[in-house]
């Protein structure tokens, strides 16, 4: 399944968007391909170069979903805040009695 497929599935694409999207997409894949034809390329720079092209995604992206649609993609696979620091651990129930 392509990544526009995918989309369509995760957060229910129109036709319109769906085109829109592809070349995004597609100009992501190559720019991605090229990175890492770069052997030559420092790590730390690399993964400074992979953020930006992502990024420049995620704006174009933006411009083409709607805000549910946005939410719920910029939302996934989020993990919950780590805990303060010097806050109390959560107290796990006792377990009933036999």
Request: hydrophobic content about 30%; proline content about 10%.
């Amino acid at each position: 399944m392509d990544r526009t497929e995918f989309m369509t599935r995760f957060l229910g694409l129109t036709d319109e968007q769906k085109e829109k999207l592809r070349p995004v997409f597609a100009e992501e894949t190559k720019q991605i391909a090229e990175l890492r034809k770069n052997t030559q390329m420092p790590a730390e720079e690399r993964r400074t170069k992979y953020q930006e092209i992502r990024n420049a995604t995620d704006a174009k992206m933006k411009e083409v979903l709607t805000a549910e649609q946005w939410e719920k993609y910029s939302s996934r696979g989020k993990r919950p805040a780590p805990a303060t620091p010097g806050a109390p651990a959560p107290v796990r129930p006792a377990a009933p009695p036999k």
